[in-house]
């Protein structure tokens, strides 16, 4: 399929790839470029946004969602219908099957929203990706707090509401949902009615987002996965081009490479720089 505009700078491309889809699991990426030309030369890396089925069920493709950056997202935004590309995956370690038990917090800023969508479905029990969930657990609520800087920049989200999960936006300039940044409206939930205290928060999006979301959960002594997007050149382990500072069991830190023991970290062990 062409790619799909949902905003001017946010593409959608549905890709054929049925074993691809029928292995990978929500928290992990695949490496994405053009067949033609060889400028960009490497892939990009982007997350599983969805995977598409056929009439039985079975799995026939995967989505990835993107915002046009560079020359790598700007060639992907031009692909037409029946266009090739090339992939590879899936690559890092994707979240556990089965969720927490009580309440989850997903926090997104920009186009860090992209791998929640299939979490979700996954942790609610509504798909199977790869992998069955724990049937005999409670399904869970999931809250979806996300974060952009004005209304203008909001991609479509009714799939999100669809899957059941209760959304919540913010904006910087208050253009839509509440007014100010996604810690604001964290707090602002944690002090809101009863019981509105997660077990676990998720979060993806630029790092100084990631690093302030990671520390309000550390003070609040609430666990924080966060899933890195770093950039990255191999995809698998060869370059360490995507490495980020990781706190070590004796206090150190050392230097890891995202693609291979992330993208997902305990927020609480990055050596945030922000
Ligand atoms: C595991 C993983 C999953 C990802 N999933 C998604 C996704 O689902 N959707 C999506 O839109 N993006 C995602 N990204 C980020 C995406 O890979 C980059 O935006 C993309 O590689 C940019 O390529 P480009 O050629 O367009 O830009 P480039 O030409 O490589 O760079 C253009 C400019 O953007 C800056 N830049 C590039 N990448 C990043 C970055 N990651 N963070 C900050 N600045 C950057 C560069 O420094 C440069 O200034 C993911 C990254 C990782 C590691
Ligand atoms: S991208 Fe090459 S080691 Fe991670």
Redesign the pocket.
Known sequence: MAAKALTPAIFRLDLEAPEMASIIRPGQ?LMIRPTWGDD?LLG????V?DVLRGSSGEAIGLS???????????RLSQLSAGDKVRIWGPL?HPFEATPPRGDLWFVAGG?GY??FLALAKWWMGQEQYGESVDRDQPACRIDFLYGVRHAGLLPPLDEFRASGMHLELCTEDGSVGAKGRITDLMTQKLNGPPNARPALIVACGPEPMLAAVSKWSQGHGIKCLVS?????ACGFGACFS?VAPIIQADGSVDLRR?CLEG?IFDGSLVDWHF
């Open positions: 990426f960009p990009r890396p982007l997350a946004y990835v969602v993107y915002q046009v950056f560079g020359r790598g997202t700007t890092g186009i992209t791998p890195l997007e770093n950039q990255m995507c995202v993208p």
